[in-house]
C-alpha cells in the first residue's frame, strides 16, 4: 500500500527532514511512526498524502509512483485518502453533518448518498443524533471523532492520522485508538503519527521509529 524507496525532503535554507527513508506497508496493516518532536514524522505524511513533493527518491501508494503524480490529478488521488489532525481543521462555521459530508459533496455524490454516508459514520464514531451541532458545542474528544468520521465517509482504503490524540486525556485516547483498530479490522490500512509511546506498545502494533530524519527501527509487535 505504501513503499518509500531513499525518501528525502529538503527545505529552503537546508533543513533536512528526511534524510533517505526506505520502508514498506502492506495493504490491512496498522502501523506507529514515532519519534522526537521534529523527527520528520508530519513531512513523512505530508508526502503520503501528496501535500509535499520528496526532494529525492520515491513514494508509491497502491502500486502507483506518486511522485511522478502530475498536480491535476492529486485531488483523483487523495480520494483514496482518509486525514486526520491533531488539531482537527473543522470547519466551524458548519455543522457536524456538514463536516462530515464535506468529502462527499466536493465527490459528486447525490443528496441521498450523501446523507446515508454521513449517518453511517457517525454512527461509528458514536456521534449519531448531534449532526446538527456546530464544532464549537462539543468536547475536544468529540471534534476529533467528527474529524475521524470526515476522514472516513468515503469508505477510502488508507486512513493517516497526524498525532490524533495529541490533545486528548488518555481514556480519550485509548477510545479513539480503538476506532482506528475497527478500521483497520475491517481492511483498511492505518498509520498513525504519534509520540504517546505508553499507548503505542499497548497496541501492540508495528512502530517505525525516526530520528533527526532518519528511520532508526523498525519494530513488530511481539507475538502473545
Known sequence: MIRFDQVG????GGQEALRGVSFRLEAGEMAFLTGHSGAGKS????LVALLEYPSYGQVFVNGRNVTRLGRRRIPQFRRQLGLIF???KLLHDRTVFDNVAL???IAGYRHQDI???VRAALDKVG???KERRYPIMLSGGEQQRVGIARAVVHKPPLLLADEPTGNLDPVLSAEIMELFRQ????GVTVLIASHD???IRRLRCRILTLEQGRLVDDTMPKVA
Not at 43 to 46: A, E, N, P, S
Not at 183 to 186: D, E, K, L, R, S
Open 183 to 186: 478500521f483497520n479490522a475491517v
Open 197 to 199: 509511546l505508553d499507548l
Open 43 to 46: 513531512t513523512l505524511l505530508k
Open 9 to 12: 525532503k529538503r527545505y529552503t
Open 115 to 117: 446523507q446515508r454516508r
Open 86 to 88: 491533531q488539531d482537527y
Open 103 to 105: 468529502p462527499l459533496v
Open 127 to 129: 456521534l449519531l443524533g
